[in-house]
């Protein structure tokens, strides 16, 4: 077993883990796992893979890669030169290119029939609300070419009752119209002032940088309005949790979490750092809200701010 193979070994042992836990949270396969921790590199695919799987084991165990593969560079292969890959590379882009320009085809006339049966159906909407309004049109024709006979000798008094008429009438309307529009406009304003007096309280939380492989929060809160960070297992997953802003902190929780296995803490002005070991088996909450970075591993720090910053 080589030293570094050795290493990584007892930093699993350390944190309770199996090889399964660790196939399980790198999706890397147990046999490679195996190889790495003999040093028989060999059973790798190759010398990418070699330092690619070392660093994501050493990410598993809470080991820094970058400090590990430099203290063993004698034990790890060395990258293949750049130019033995650039013939594979052609290969690759000639051989996708090749397959591009045989596939298209079969993606224009997959797209060709929905979008000519979309023409169909709008022709006919079209040609059916063309031809609805014609059957109608004669009746209200009629109707206005009787009374205009008759209104010729009602000018006068048409306009006298309107004058005279208009006045309980027009009060009437502008009642009805004056009324429900004070009322709905009351409505209306009332909301929209409560939720602008709302809004200031609000928690807020902003992704504001990254510092490596951490992705900063930034958490606002109203004075005095206690937060609460919650982490819940729907798997197997290694969490860690400290007070403070990276691993040198108070250690708050440190483990492995298991299916319905929950923990919550309070965020305080120290800020809070939060470490996943397989993101998709853990949900992480702050304030109630789910916090997702969209990574396989995540490395989460809230950093508090006082509301307004």
């Not at 809070?272 to 809200?289: F, L, N, R």
């Amino acid at each position: 077993m080589s030293e570094l193979g050795q290493q990584l070994r007892e930093a699993r042992l350390q944190k309770g883990m199996s090889l399964d836990d660790v196939q399980e949270m790198t999706k890397i396969r147990k046999r490679y796992l195996e190889a790495i921790e003999a040093g028989d590199y060999k059973v790798l695919p190759g010398s990418f893979y070699v330092r690619a799987f070392i660093k994501t084991y050493a990410e598993a165990v809470g080991l820094n890669p970058d400090e590990l593969l430099e203290g063993h560079q004698q034990d790890v292969p060395k990258p293949e030169p750049e130019a033995t890959m650039e013939p594979v590379i052609q290969k690759r882009a000639s051989r996708a290119a090749s397959e591009r320009n045989i596939s298209w085809l079969p993606t224009v006339l997959m797209w060709t029939f929905p979008i000519l049966i979309v023409v169909v159906i709008y022709l006919y909407a079209v040609k059916s609300n063309d031809a609805a309004p014609d059957k109608p049109t004669p009746p209200p024709a009629q109707n206005q070419t009787e009374p205009t006979g008759q209104g010729e000798q009602t000018p006068s008094p048409g306009g006298a009752q309107g004058e005279g008429g208009t006045d309980p009438a027009g009060e009437g309307a502008d009642e009805t119209e004056t009324d429900p529009g004070a009322e709905t406009g009351g409505e209306v304003t009332d909301p929209e002032e409560g939720n602008a007096e709302e809004q200031p309280g609000q928690l807020t939380i902003t992704e504001d940088r990254k510092e490596g492989k951490n992705t900063v929060y930034k958490i606002s809160a109203p004075p005095g309005t206690p937060v609460k960070v919650e982490i819940k297992a729907s798997g197997t997953s290694w969490v860690e949790v400290y007070r403070g802003y990276n691993s040198t902190g108070e250690k708050l929780s440190f483990g492995m979490m298991n299916a319905g296995d929950s923990v919550s803490f309070d965020l305080d002005g120290q800020g809070m750092y939060v470490k996943s070991g397989y993101s998709p088996a853990t949900e992480i909450k702050v304030g109630g809200q789910v916090i997702k970075d969209g990574k396989t591993s995540s490395r989460m720090l809230f950093e508090p701010v006082q509301a307004g910053e």
